[in-house]
């Protein structure tokens, strides 16, 4: 079995020093120790199947201007104290063909088109007839949310009059889940709903009551994923939201994973990013947690939002799609005992 290289977190990039993280495992009830406090604490043993993968998208900063930032003490943190992949790449150019790619394997949405015709002013659509991770998890058994911060009402097409974004809702793109265009009780209709504050909300409930689907698609509002804003408002918001999901009993018990990246970097020269490890725009932070995962875990093997897919289809026993299944697109499973 090939083993990525990786090492413990030292503070820059070039002083890395290389390792293998430990074996670690989950039991069947909570783990002691895991909160938010100390979220990866690379309990021993071999892990369980995992049931639960949560994704959460910030938006529109490269790794230079995140990693060591001053305004981003929580991330940063976070990475410390649990992983860190620290050659991960987005596709392309802009938002939405990212968030396809990242749940379908191929990199819809060209030019932030939207899935339905919003008004005159913006007339390109593009409804995507691909298979995606929502329709698989619907087709086997499984469960999905799409949880969009700011949407007015589920699978909302709509976005002049809120900080909600469509090009960031990757469950409306997809024609096998309905869309906004199609009548009540669609896939989408049903699973694609407001996210809610971390007080309460669709997130809160689900996660407070044991219900969190098998896969969660997490997109902040326009400010608190940084594309509005600054890293110091995402970063603040972040240190709110991921304690809700870290406090979980779902998180707690070892049975889920969470990946934390940037949907792209920003003050590039090109749009084909998913290999590309020398142009700025092209390199984001990702960082998954996990109590399986060895504290201060990095990882130099180069993964994208195509191993983003990958890593989160054969967790929870699915086929990888699209560009998902080809060799060179790598999984983070070994990287981070997960």
Known sequence: MHLPRTSLFLGVIAALTLAIAPSAASAAKAIPGVSAETPCISAQGTPERVKHV????????????????PEAPYINGLAERCGLAANYHNITHPSA?????????????KGDCAPVFLDPSFPRICP?????????????????????????????????????????????????????????????DRFDVP??????????????????????????????????????????????????ILNSPD????????FITWDEGEGGETDKCAFN???????????????????GTVSEELFNHYSLLKTSEELLGLEPLGH???????????????
């Open 54 to 69: 949560i994704v959460l998208f910030m938006e529109n900063q490269p790794f230079v201007e995140v990693f060591h930032s």
């Open 277 to 295: 490890t020398t142009d700025i725009g092209c390199h984001v932070m990702m960082v998954p947690v996990s109590p399986h995962t060895h504290p």
């Open 251 to 258: 998180y707690e018990n070892g049975s889920t994973v969470l």
């Open 128 to 188: 995507d007839p691909n298979n995606n991770i929502f329709f698989q998890l619907s087709q086997s058994g499984g469960t999905w949310k799409d949880y969009e911060e700011s949407m007015k009402q589920n699978c909302f097409e709509g976005e002049d009059e809120t900080d909600y974004d469509i090009n960031h809702n990757p469950a409306a793109y997809y024609t096998d889940l309905g869309g906004p265009s199609e009548t009540k009780n669609s896939l989408c």
């Open 97 to 109: 063909p990212e968030y396809v790619a990242a749940t379908s394997g191929l990199p819809g949405g």
């Open 195 to 244: 996210l809610g504050s971390f007080e309460e909300g669709n997130l809160e409930t689900d996660l407070a009551s044991g219900k969190l689907a098998n896969f969660t698609f997490i997109a902040p509002n326009l400010i608190n994923d940084t594309h509005d804003s600054t890293i110091k408002t995402g970063d603040e918001y972040l240190s709110k939201l991921i304690p809700t």
């Open 324 to 338: 998902a299944r080809e060799r060179r697109v790598h999984s983070m499973i070994d990287a981070f005992n997960l």
